[in-house]
C-alpha cells in the first residue's frame, strides 16, 4: 500500500525533497504520526467575509481572525475509516491570545475518481477535490477544485461564486532546517479571503488506530466522495 500523496502524484513522488516524502509518505500500516508546533508569521483574513468564516467556526472550517507571530500545531494521523478509506487528518490549532481556533480536514484517495478529496470540518459535510503537484523546490503544491455540500440526503456542487479556492504550498528550508508552508484561499468576487504564512518542526511517533487521541478523527464520516 502507498500512501495517498504516493497514490495521486505517482512516479512525480520521488521528486519531492526527502524531509517532504517524509511528511507525505507514511500510511496506516507505518503506525506513525506527523505532530507540528510552530508560528504562523502572519494570519489574515478579509473582513467583508466575516460572517461566512464565523459560520466556519462552528465546523472547524476557517475562522474570522488573524494576527502576527501566532503559535500553531498540526497533526496528521494516517487511519483506515469506516468505508475502508485510507485516511489522513489535518488538525490545526492557532492559539490566539484569547482562543484557540480550529481548521481541521481528512483527506482520502478516491480511487473511482483518482484524485484526493479532502473533507473540510469535524463533520465532513464539505467535500473538495484537490490537485497535488511537486513545486520547483521540492515541495508540495495543493490547489482545491470543485466543491461539494453533503447532509443527510442534501447534496449539491457549490457555485464557483460562492466558493473559496485554495492553494497551499509546503516545502523544507534546509538552511533553517524547518519546514515552511503558505496557504491562500481566494473568491472570484471578493479576492483573497484567507491567508496565512508560517514555519514548524515535525515529530514522527509511532501510534496505534486504537491510540489516535479523542478530538482527532471527525465526528462523522461521510461515504459520498
Not at 498540526?74 to 475502508?84: M, V
Not at 447534496?155 to 533553517?176: I, K, M, S
Request: hydrophobic content about 40%.
Amino acid at each position: 500500500m502507498r500512501s495517498i500523496y504516493e497514490q495521486a502524484l505517482g512516479a512525480e513522488f520521488l521528486k519531492l525533497h526527502p524531509r517532504i516524502q517524509q511528511r507525505f509518505g507514511f500510511k496506516s500500516q507505518d503506525q506513525t504520526a506527523s505532530i507540528g508546533h510552530g508560528v504562523m508569521q502572519r494570519i489574515w483574513y478579509n473582513k467583508l467575509v466575516t460572517l461566512p468564516l464565523f459560520i466556519g467556526t462552528f465546523r472547524h472550517i476557517m475562522f474570522p481572525k488573524g494576527g502576527n507571530d501566532i503559535p500553531f500545531s498540526i497533526e496528521n494521523f494516517a487511519y483506515i475509516d469506516k468505508y475502508g478509506r485510507e485516511t489522513v487528518t489535518w488538525i490545526r490549532k492557532f492559539k490566539f491570545p484569547r482562543a484557540v481556533k480550529h481548521f481541521d480536514a481528512t483527506m482520502v484517495f478516491s480511487g473511482e475518481r483518482d484524485l484526493i478529496v479532502d473533507y473540510l470540518g469535524n463533520k465532513q459535510h464539505l467535500a473538495v477535490d484537490l490537485d497535488i503537484a511537486v513545486s520547483p523546490n521540492g515541495g508540495i503544491r495543493i490547489r482545491s477544485g470543485e466543491q461539494r455540500f453533503y447532509e443527510g440526503r442534501l447534496q449539491f456542487r457549490f457555485p464557483r461564486l460562492f466558493t473559496g479556492e485554495a492553494e497551499v504550498h509546503e516545502w523544507y528550508d534546509d538552511e533553517n532546517e524547518c519546514f515552511r508552508i503558505t496557504v491562500d484561499v481566494r473568491n472570484p468576487v471578493f479576492g483573497r479571503i484567507f491567508r496565512y504564512v508560517g514555519s514548524f518542526q515535525a515529530a514522527f511517533i509511532k501510534t496505534e488506530p486504537e491510540a489516535i487521541p479523542v478530538g482527532i478523527r471527525p465526528l462523522r464520516d461521510e461515504k459520498r466522495e
